[in-house]
């Protein structure tokens, strides 16, 4: 059975996430989930390249920026820059949230919740956090390249989904100004 992309219609609120968090221009956030019961949210290899999809369809760049991404059977974490104020929670994370899931709940014949309550998010306000993240997030954005391209890369498990964008920092980062 394949995924059916545009399949958001009569979603319940248990399928949506959603987060009461202040997201604010130019900084960063520490977005993250896992499955109900700390289970499998990837059950195959088509459901990383959908979430994948998914995201390139809902992350917009006149809202939010993708920095980085890691991908686990059990939960993922993602790096991104708010573009614009507090419009993340309701223009991209439900609708991607309540897509994902009724299409894996479809693909695996399954009902109900797949992530375990809704996603959190924390603003990264330091190096110390930025780095902390993730292995597969923080450290690739610390150490990254300088570049416009993004650098997407296969590593054998525990983190064989990941992406960084290799780019510039700034100098000096949003929490560095006191």
């Known amino acids: 059975m394949t995924f059916d992309e545009d399949d958001t219609s009569n979603s319940t609120p248990e399928e949506g996430i959603m987060a009461k968090v202040q997201f604010r221009s130019g900084q960063y956030y520490h977005v993250y989930n896992r499955g109900v019961n700390r289970g499998v949210i990837f059950f195959n290899q088509e459901n990383y390249a959908f979430f994948i999809r998914r995201m390139s369809h809902y992350f917009q760049p006149a809202i939010v920026q993708i920095i980085a991404y890691c991908l686990m059977s059990t939960h993922h974490h993602l790096l ?6 507090d419009e ?3 223009k991209v994370m439900q609708p991607f949230g309540t897509s994902y899931v009724k299409a894996v709940n479809k693909q695996q014949d399954r009902v109900g919740p797949l992530f375990q ?5 924390k603003l990264v306000d330091s190096d110390a956090y930025l780095s902390s993240c993730h ?5 690739q954005i610390v150490n990254a390249v300088p570049s416009p391209t993004s650098l997407s890369t296969r590593i054998s498990p525990p983190w064989a989904w990941t992406m960084s964008r290799a780019m510039a920092r700034p100098s000096p980062m949003p929490w560095g100004k006191r």
């Open 135 to 139: 292995p597969s997030t923080g450290n």
């Open 88 to 90: 993340f929670a309701s």
């Open 117 to 121: 309550g809704k996603y959190k998010a």
């Open 80 to 85: 991104v820059r708010m573009i614009t104020d």
